[in-house]
T-cell receptor
């Protein structure tokens, strides 16, 4: 079955780069997503990548996709205290109406 | 533009009481709708999803139910709450092809006492 795995915690110093990793099992995944959840709030879509892409960059965010290893990463450059949140990786296979599969989330703590 | 509304934001209910959480979407038609639960501030558990009026798929057997009485309205209910129903409930919607992922509501914090 489908599964998405993430490490649970990451701690970085303000100004450093953060790299959040995700692995998935469904090789037929078409779109992969990164969501951010701040305390007490809903999830906010940060970025997504199509499976036919290797990399996508959006300001401080860089997404890397290794389809061979089924590995997705999110790099946040110049990490700020406002980046402290839980980050969820998610995947979908666009046949039928199967829902997104989410990882358990990585809690990023930024130390000033 | 599309918006999603979820209420109430916070709810404290006694064990055995009923529950009704409501979610509505504006600015789109025939959205896919989802209910998730997040326990202890961690992973998301998909509870129900709907691809059309009256079409509900249940992912987890439990004492919760969902209904979609109108195209853009999704309701999560329970006849008798359990302590284990406490958590953060999130509603979300997506276009049929889900290209741009889900848009989530702001969530309801439910505490069963």
């Amino acid at each position: 079955g489908e599964d998405v795995e993430q490490s649970l915690f990451l701690s970085v110093r303000e100004g450093d780069s953060s790299v959040i990793n995700c692995t998935y099992t469904d090789s037929s995944s078409t779109y992969l997503y990164w969501y951010k959840q701040e305390p007490g709030a809903g999830l906010q879509l940060l970025t997504y990548i199509f499976s036919n892409m290797d990399m996508k960059q959006d300001q401080r965010l860089t997404v890397l996709l290794n389809k061979k290893d089924k590995h997705l990463s999110l790099r946040i450059a110049d990490t700020q205290t406002g980046d402290s949140a839980i980050y969820f990786c998610a995947e979908t296979f666009l046949a039928g109406n199967t829902p997104l599969v989410f990882g358990k989330g990585t809690r990023l703590s930024v130390i000033a | 533009s599309q918006t999603i509304h979820q209420w109430p934001a916070t709810l404290v209910q006694p064990v055995g009481s009923p529950l009704s959480l409501e979610c509505t979407v504006e600015g789109t038609s025939n959205p896919n709708l989802y209910w998730y639960r997040q326990a202890a501030g961690r992973g998301l558990q998909l509870l129900f999803y709907s691809v059309g009026i009256g079409q509900i798929s249940s992912e987890v057997p439990q004492n919760l139910s969902a209904s979609r009485p109108q195209d853009r309205q999704f309701i999560l209910s329970s006849k008798k709450l359990l302590l284990s129903d406490s958590g953060f409930y999130l509603c979300a919607w997506s276009e049929g092809d889900r290209t741009y992922g889900y848009t989530f509501g702001s969530g309801t914090r439910l505490t069963v006492v």
